[in-house]
């Protein structure tokens, strides 16, 4: 029963945000965000657990809760007046309009209400609000101009064992964005205003001192100005900066951002950047304890185009080997490869791991991506500046070819990889040597070697290891 009450109100969050045009802005590689937040719901409700945020997801009015959460909701109500409007977050990891988080210190997690009043299309609220002797109230409201909320996120920025709750105000437009820092301070929230625009931003211990920091990273309208990133410490109720540093000029828009591990014991954050061209490039960026300033070993001032990174294929930074360590991707171009400069299958891709210690680079592994047919190929070592690749987009087949660097030329073929329909694979009593190294609900993923007997050949056993499905291009 409970099963199909939930499936009706997922089938209404989604009719409301269908009418309502409510919808939130999220990248390619998160294209299944939405229905992890609904397993997450579903387990949620059915377990009983009482996180708020997960109510004020189903429905853009939540229904009206009981218990301990009907007085929040009542003083919520109170505060914002009828037909308010929740006003949910569009980028980071917190995509609730009503949020708990320990705030104060206490045993009690404290909540946080973003919200806009009936006719106010200018300007949001938040609300935080204390369970204090089985009631609650209201310690801290603030409003700021802004037509919506880009981000929420927390940290301890002061070191006191308490979090700080970090708001990045945006607009429609989608462009940069203001920042508000909330400490909660003699039995009340407070607000320090950061007076500097933003386009990305990541809260993490950048110095190793125990307590966070704020980075951010700006474009300007010019893009022929340089982009700047700066980091910012909390000093008693002051926002500090500790550094800035500038880099690339021509960019359009930051692709994402990671934080976490750039370096064995350092932590940074890659930046993937779109250039106004189109190409993309990864800029990698910390703080150099010793030196007290912020570094970026992969931007070179004296010549910008050098960017290692610097690629026409659309790729994304991660820690490809889930090792804690973010690596970057370096593209070069196959050898004999004729296609277009920005067919995926012609490139390798070279994951590669800085380090901060000697400043050199590190190749983790190379991979052939194929986002047309949904897989990736990690090259084994022998195949390593050996081999080129054909592809037949009608045919859905990629070969792979020895290539001989003296003459220029392809030689023989090593392997071939062929999409098939379920159906064909099925009904096709002679595959050709075919074998089958991976699937999805659609078809069919596998392999066939033309030169078996070659020096360069690898056993299927080693090649079905190196297979990694991928999100195929809509």
């Not at 919506?148 to 064992?161: E, S």
């Not at 993309?280 to 912020?294: A, C, D, F, P, V």
């Not at 080129?388 to 030689?411: C, D, H, P, W």
Request: with cysteine.
């Amino acid at each position: 029963m409970e099963n199909g009450i939930l499936y009706i109100k997922i089938m209404k969050f989604q009719a409301i945000e269908r009418k309502e045009g409510e919808c939130i802005k999220q990248r390619k590689r998160y294209s299944g965000w939405l229905v992890l937040v609904l397993v997450l719901a579903a387990s949620v409700l059915l377990s009983g657990c009482s996180v708020i945020g997960l109510d004020a997801q189903a429905l853009m009015h939540p229904p009206k809760p009981t218990g301990e959460k009907a007085g929040m909701y009542a003083l919520l109500k109170s505060k914002a007046g009828k037909n308010f409007t929740l006003k949910y977050p569009t980028a980071g990891e917190n995509r609730s309009a009503i949020i708990q988080h320990n705030l104060c210190g206490d045993s009690h997690k404290e909540t946080v209400a973003l919200y806009q009043r009936k006719g106010d299309d200018t300007a949001v609220s938040i609300l935080f609000t204390a369970l204090q002797n089985g009631k609650w109230k209201d310690i801290g409201s603030f409003t700021h101009p802004a037509a919506q909320v880009d981000r929420i996120c927390f940290g301890d920025l002061n070191g006191d064992g308490q979090d700080e709750t970090i708001v990045g105000w945006g607009n429609s437009a989608g462009s940069a964005s203001l920042i508000s820092v909330f400490y909660y301070k003699n039995g009340k929230m407070n607000e320090l205003k950061l007076d500097q625009t933003y386009n990305e931003l990541a809260v993490m211990d950048f110095d190793g001192d125990g307590k966070k920091e704020l980075l951010t990273a700006s474009i300007p309208a010019d893009s022929e100005q340089q982009f700047v990133a700066s980091l910012f410490r909390l000093k008693g109720d002051a926002l500090q900066l500790m550094g800035s540093i500038r880099m690339d000029t021509g960019l359009s828009k930051f692709a994402d951002l990671l934080s976490g591990n750039v370096s064995k014991g350092q932590l940074g954050v890659l930046l993937d950047c779109v250039q106004t061209n189109g190409r993309e490039l990864t800029e990698l960026i910390y703080w150099n304890r010793s030196k007290k300033m912020l570094c970026a070993p992969l931007y070179n001032a004296q010549s910008p185009q050098q960017n290692v990174t610097l690629r026409d294929m659309s790729i994304a930074s991660g820690d490809v080997n889930n090792d804690g360590n973010l690596e970057f991707p370096i593209v070069t171009r196959l050898p004999g490869y004729t296609g277009a400069s920005s067919d995926d299958v012609g490139n390798e891709v070279q994951w590669t791991r800085f380090d901060a210690a000697s400043g050199n680079y590190t190749l983790v592994s190379s991979m052939l991506i194929n986002t047309r047919d949904g897989y990736r190929l990690l090259l084994p070592d022998k195949w390593k500046d050996t081999i080129t690749t054909k592809q037949n987009v009608s045919a859905r087949r990629l070969t792979i070819y020895v290539f001989n660097s003296a003459k220029g030329t392809m030689e023989s073929p090593l392997m071939n990889v062929q999409i098939f329909t379920k159906k064909e694979w099925d009904s096709s009593k002679n595959k050709n040597g075919y074998k089958q190294v991976a699937a999805d609900e659609n078809s069919i993923t596998a392999v066939n070697f033309p030169s078996p007997n070659h020096k360069l050949a690898v056993p299927f056993a080693t090649i079905q290891r190196c297979f990694q499905p991928i999100a195929k291009d809509s």
